[in-house]
């Protein structure tokens, strides 16, 4: 979920002091071996203490970008800046096509909640980066003081408070939202389940990314819909022009993307292109349902916007939950439904779904204590830490060939597989060792991401999860040998 254009918060100095010297690797004025400017000289240069440097350096050394050598000072490590970038997708001509995961999607998360499977497999931050005291109090304190209201239904579109804290996270936005421009949800799917009910029936055809959320898929394959994949860059996310070509040669019922950090490439489309996303369907009058829960989750110093704050027409479904920065468990998500309001509080009553009241309720008291912000924060720079030495710690482990994304948010990461790699036989295998991983086919309905996997590095990188990462590189190229002999 984006929290638009939200006051600057200042990142972290050692935080900027990691960006300038990775930031001197990418451009190729820091090479691999070369010794990292002193302490004392880039403290001095950057206008920060000795110990902001140390710390930040520390940092680095930790995510493998640097090696300290004793009485030497710190070096770049052979493999930084090196890790093969996910290239870009070429264009293809996609046709709409039914989905038909059968029975392969109930398999493959047959053992999503086994605690002793390594959850490479999940996308979410672990639960030691979210505020669990913090919640829990705010929880008790609601049960304690409204046991009845925690106890009764709170019909949609859901509760007032929670609805008015919602509505202020987007206070910066050029778009104003108010309480009543929120319908409260069990989770972003629920949200996103009933906005393409709402615009769409069996048989229509829904542009999506390429690769795409696989849950999307699933929602399209149970609603009898058409999947239409659209290249998607893995920096600047669903091809506008690709979207235009299918505009003028099919009847698309809506458009269903993350401009805010997909899953799973970690893509951020530009500020510009989200406009002219929305213009473009706007002169169609064609509805986009916009799929935000990562939007909170960015690695830049700017919150990006949601592709709601452009629309005019009232034509974005905008739809987001608290599972990928607070607690999943919970439930609660949300959607700014603009001209369809109506029609998805019909839909939602007609289900009789009521979000859970107490969870609503703690989550309102949780985010009017201003805690949230100051968690966003946190979790922010973690999952950037955590991403950037899972990238390094990919590469270091897999074969030879191995391209891997660089997220501007999120926890995941998307990993092309050198040619050959099935990755339905590395998920079996991986699992073997008690490892999760997400196989690379579940994201397009075409079956075309064959050799990938996605791989969630929202975990701390403790032992376990380095040895097991090193594990996954032999399976991997393991696979590849045994598919190389044959
Ligand atoms: C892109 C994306 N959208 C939606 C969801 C579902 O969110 P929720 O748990 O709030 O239903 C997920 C969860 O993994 C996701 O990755």
Redesign the pocket.
């Known amino acids: 979920m984006t929290v638009l254009m939200q006051p600057q918060v200042e990142s972290f100095k050692y935080d900027q002091v990691s960006r300038y010297i990775n930031d001197l690797i990418e451009k190729g004025n820091l090479k691999p071996g070369d010794k990292a400017p002193s302490l004392r000289k880039l403290s001095k240069q950057l206008g920060v203490s000795i110990a902001t440097v140390s710390q930040s350096y520390l940092n680095l050394e930790d995510q493998g970008v640097l090696n300290a050598k004793p009485q030497s000072g710190f070096f770049v490590n052979a493999h930084a800046g090196q890790i093969n970038d996910i290239p870009k997708a070429a264009a293809t001509s996609n046709q709409p096509r039914k989905v038909r995961f059968g029975e392969l999607f109930e398999e493959i998360f047959s053992n999503a909640d086994n605690p002793r499977i390594i959850p490479f497999g999940t ?2 931050p672990s639960m030691e980066f979210m505020p669990v005291k913090s919640l829990t109090k705010a929880t008790k304190s609601i049960i304690t003081r409204y046991p009845k209201r925690c106890m009764d239904y709170c019909f949609p579109p859901g509760d007032r408070k929670l609805r008015e804290q919602i509505a202020l996270l987007y206070r910066h936005s050029s778009s104003w939202v108010s309480a009543e421009d929120v319908i409260i949800t ?5 949200a ?1 389940s009933l906005s393409l009910q709402t615009v769409a029936k069996r048989g229509d055809i829904i542009a999506v990314e390429s690769p795409t ?1 696989f ?2 898929l699933r929602l399209i394959e149970k609603m009898g819909m058409l999947a239409l994949e659209i290249d998607t860059d893995p920096v600047t996310g669903m091809s506008l022009e690709a979207l235009q070509e299918a505009f003028d040669t099919m009847d698309i019922k809506a458009v269903l993307a ?1 401009p805010n950090i ?2 799973p490439l970690g893509c951020l489309m530009p500020e510009e292109h989200k406009r002219e996303l929305v213009t473009m369907l706007a002169e169609r009058d064609i509805p986009m349902i916009e ?1 935000d ?2 939007g909170s989750v960015y690695f830049g110093d700017k919150a990006p916007r949601a592709a709601k704050s452009y629309d005019l027409n009232n034509l974005v479904l905008s ?1 987001s ?4 920065s607070l607690a ?1 468990g919970y ?1 609660i ?1 949300w959607v700014l439904a603009g001209r369809y309001k109506d029609k998805v509080r019909e839909l939602k009553q007609a289900t009789f779904s009521a979000t859970s009241s107490v969870n609503q309720l703690a989550m309102a008291e949780f985010l009017s204590s201003g805690q949230y912000e100051r968690h966003l924060v946190r979790l922010r720079k973690a999952m950037r830490e955590q991403v950037e030495k899972g990238r390094f710690m990919i590469s270091k482990s897999f074969p030879e060939g191995t391209c891997i994304s660089k997220p501007q948010g999120g926890n995941v990461l998307w990993v092309e597989l050198p040619r050959g790699c099935n990755c339905i036989e590395i998920f079996n295998q991986a699992l073997q060792h008690n490892i999760g991983v997400t196989p690379g086919i579940l994201f397009s309905a075409t079956r075309r991401f064959k050799n990938y996997l996605r791989i969630n590095c929202g975990f701390p990188w403790d032992e376990a999860n380095e040895t097991a990462i090193a594990t996954l590189g032999k399976v991997v190229a393991d696979a590849l040998a045994e598919s190389n002999a044959g």
Do not use: H, I, Q
């Open positions: 996308s979410k069990s989770g972003a799917t629920e996103l959320y849950a999307v993350s997909s899953n799929d829960v990562y739809c939950s608290f599972s990928k999943p439930r998500g």
